[in-house]
T-cell receptor, first 112, second 111 residues
């Protein structure tokens, strides 16, 4: 079946720099996308979401970009901090579907 | 507001033993899920429920069972534990078209 995948399994970032985490999805019916952050030993935590009628959404220090043409999603973290070290997952579903599909995750390590 | 609570946090089982992983949520969400997460991998859906009395299989249901007698509770049952079921299990709940809230996970080892 179709599923969400991620381009890079690991990302090392200097503290204070911006991070960009990428995600490719293959289900053209997907129209709701979510980024989750998972710290070691914890469950995934919601960061930000975006619906297919938008191509950009901003939160606190985070921005999600959606390119439906190439089925690509990205998460940008501004001024990366040590507390941003975690595994980041993108997830996708179709509106009014209630099952999320998750990619394998990108491990972000912040260097001091 | 506790959110999604899972118990136990850790468990070691012997092959062939059974156990129930407990999950409860206090957000009155209709939709509840069980996922497993193997090392370095994403989350795979085991079972889900769209409301009390209704459950359905996800991507990897073999070896598991669930029930949903109340809105709040969604226990996951392992009847005959196998080493392949060594994993971290996450319960989640949500309402339609909103983000899912996850519990802290249950780390299960089958030896």
């Amino acid at each position: 079946g179709e599923s969400v995948g991620l381009h890079l399994p690991t990302l090392s970032v200097q503290e204070g720099d911006n991070s960009i985490i990428n995600c490719a999805y293959s289900n053209s019916a997907s129209d709701y996308f979510i980024w989750y952050k998972q710290e070691s030993g914890k469950g995934p935590q919601f960061i930000i979401d975006i619906r297919s009628n938008m191509d950009k959404r901003q939160g606190q220090r985070v921005t999600v970009l959606l390119n439906k043409t190439v089925k690509h999603l990205s998460l940008q973290i501004a001024a990366t901090q040590p507390g941003d070290s975690a595994v980041y997952f993108c997830a996708e579903t179709a509106l009014n579907d209630y099952k999320l599909s998750f990619g394998a995750g990108t491990t972000v390590t912040v260097r001091a | 507001n506790a959110g999604v609570t899972q118990t136990p946090k850790f468990r070691i089982l012997k092959i062939g033993q059974s156990m129930t992983l407990q999950c409860t949520q206090d957000m009155n969400h209709n939709y509840m899920y069980w996922y497993r997460q193997d090392p370095g991998m994403g989350l795979k859906l085991i079972y889900y429920s769209v409301g009390a009395g209704i459950t359905d299989k996800g991507e990897v249901p073999n070896g598991y069972n669930v029930s949903r007698s109340t809105t709040e509770d969604f226990p996951l049952r392992l009847e005959l534990a196998a080493p392949s079921q060594t994993s971290v299990y996450f319960c989640a709940s949500q309402e339609l078209n909103t983000e899912a809230f996850f519990g802290q996970g249950t780390r299960l080892t089958v030896v």
